[in-house]
């Protein structure tokens, strides 16, 4: 099983993976980290405050990391691709470089996991649009996608402090909200 962990503006520091795991006795799969589409690691986490769109400012990657080697300990193989660039404009683009196995050594992932992304009022309707294409091709070739609901699930937008005030009301984060996630 090949698994890949979508990150944005943020890496893993795998120093502080590898002593994680040695301290609990843990073993993980070969882990590839790179960047992608031009960006490059690592990318530290944010300090708290300074990016208030993004409240990933206690190393949100370290901690999916951390989840995935410990619900998944059967893995051949984990991936951490890493972007600087928004979501909002090149994750169809990862999607179909996942699905073709570009990014992945030729190996089509069997799983994706994407921890952390823009509620949906941010999106616009074209790249809705071109996301859930993707995302269709790559649930039809066998991939799954899983996307966290948010810390408040469907109500993660709305007001919160680590959150853009600004968006407000019942929304859920995108892509958690697709039918093909």
Known sequence: QTAVLLEF???????TLDEWMSCLGVTGPPITQKGVLGS??????????????????????QGDVYSIIAGAPGLDQLYVLVSDQSELVVLPDIIDRLRSGALTDGRRPDVVSLSFAECMPAWSDQAVQDTEQALQELAEAGT?????AGDSGPSDCSHHPLCDPSLAGPDMGYPAASSWV
């Open 9 to 15: 503006n943020q890496s893993v520091d795998l120093s």
């Open 40 to 61: 490059s690691v690592p990318i530290p986490p944010s300090p708290c405050g300074e990016t208030p769109a993004q409240p990933a400012c206690f190393g949100e990657a």
């Open 144 to 148: 799954w996608f899983f996307k966290a």
